[in-house]
């Protein structure tokens, strides 16, 4: 999965939400009030890297985007077909 392909999640013991995507133009956090910021990659590791590191009572949960779960099943699908014919082929 690319960066391009999910989103990531960060939730607060209070349930705010901040939500990281990155976009053609780099990252952007948006906000639970819905406010969009552009960042850095720095900006965005500074921000992901504590609740990681289990420094305060966050959540974080990273989801593939519709896009990104297309592209898999597709892929899945091709390698599927590609098999079903192999083993067609070898009896």
Known sequence: MKNTECTIYITTKHGWTQSYRKGKNGWTQ????????????EQLLSHILPPLA???HLNVR??????????????????YV?????????G
């Not at 590609?82 to 070898?90: A, D």
Request: aromatic share 0%; hydrophobic share 25%.
């Open 62 to 79: 990273v989801e593939p985007d519709n896009r990104g779960l297309r592209k898999l099943k597709c892929l899945l699908r091709e390698k």
């Open 30 to 41: 948006t906000s639970s009030n819905g406010i969009v910021r552009p960042l850095s990659a």
């Open 82 to 90: 590609e098999t079903k014919k192999t083993r067609e082929r070898n």
């Open 54 to 56: 289990a420094i305060g």
